[in-house]
């Protein structure tokens, strides 16, 4: 297999290749003053199995470019094309919630489901959708970061008390409670816009003398994790240690959310940036490992017509 990361995906890719015994050779992608883009992938893919490494934290950005060089793959006679998308955006978008709004989620899945043979993502944001299967048409696996977390939390906060920030997080927080032997609580959280949240008070007489570890799948504003980190400060619990999966930090997010009081923050490598602690690729190249042979018939998968270049 050949892999070919984005260029900030570089080092994962790297990593994954090492576990597969698999060649990581970067695509390059050049932008115009116009705006346009244009993607180079290398050469040599003819009969290859190739797959795209490119996290999805921007994926307007991302969305022509990441066509652009599944198609130009094909184009260059690779056998199957897969994306490796450590975060997967565009999920919360699952269902119309008011009179003309788009299904994004369902429509983005679509999409790459027309661009790509099979999908490898870690703990995608499904709210109301219970298998990511059932968002594709092809062949795409979730790898689960609950058995790193614990084994971080294990290793680095033996006392650790766990806190999920609202009622979302209950799926990843009480498994990662339940492998890391820890305590935890679940907060409530109510949302009044983009960027305004409030937080319940925290009950649990274990966050007031252990070490919280407020735990979420995803920051990215960080409002829900400086509020909790706030109540948690004000019931007289201990600088608590912020555990991400995927760290967006759109803005000043992680310095609001250093200023709130938080001890530590700590993200896997899914996103690129100076807090990853926790590094996802052998856990990624074993579901590679597990998907590729389901693509090996071609059946129900869905293709974007490519004309070959001259």
């Not at 027309?114 to 703990?123: A, C, G, K, N, P």
Request: aromatic letters at 6%.
């Amino acid at each position: 297999m050949i892999l070919i990361p984005f260029s900030e995906m570089t080092p994962l890719a790297d990593e994954i290749a090492a576990h597969l015994g698999a060649v990581s050779r970067p695509l390059d992608w050049h932008h115009f003053p116009d705006g346009e883009s244009l993607v180079t992938i290398p050469n040599g893919l003819s009969g290859e199995d190739v797959a795209i490494v490119a996290t999805l934290r921007d994926p307007d950005r991302l969305a022509l470019p990441l066509r652009f060089a599944a198609a130009t793959a094909r184009e260059l006679g690779a056998r199957r094309v897969g994306l490796v998308a450590p975060y997967l955006g565009y999920m919360r978008q699952d269902r119309r919630f008011h009179p003309g709004q788009s299904v994004s989620a369902v429509l983005f899945s679509d999409f790459l489901s027309e661009s790509f043979d099979w999908l490898v993502t870690v703990d995608p944001h499904l709210h109301r959708i219970s298998r990511l299967g059932d968002m594709f048409g092809i062949p795409a696996r979730r790898v689960a970061t609950a058995p790193l977390l614990a084994e971080w939390i294990r290793d680095n906060v033996p006392d650790g008390a766990l806190l999920g920030p609202d009622s979302e997080s209950r799926q990843w927080v009480g498994e990662v409670a339940r492998l890391a032997d820890r305590p935890y609580e679940v907060l409530k959280k109510l949302r009044t816009g983009d960027r305004e949240v409030d937080i319940s008070v925290p009950e649990s007489a274990a966050l007031r003398h252990g070490t919280p570890v407020i735990l979420d799948d995803i920051a990215s504003s960080g409002r829900t994790m400086i509020r909790a980190t706030e109540r948690l400060l004000a019931a007289g619990a201990g600088r608590p240690i912020c555990l991400i999966i995927h760290g967006i930090f759109a803005g000043n997010a992680l310095e609001d959310l250093s200023s709130s009081g938080a001890l530590r923050v700590v993200t896997t490598d899914t996103v690129p940036h100076p807090t990853n602690c926790i590094g996802v690729a052998p856990l990624i190249a074993g579901a590679i490992r597990e998907i590729t042979p389901q693509t090996m018939s071609g059946e129900g998968h869905r293709h974007i017509s490519v004309r070959k270049g001259e």
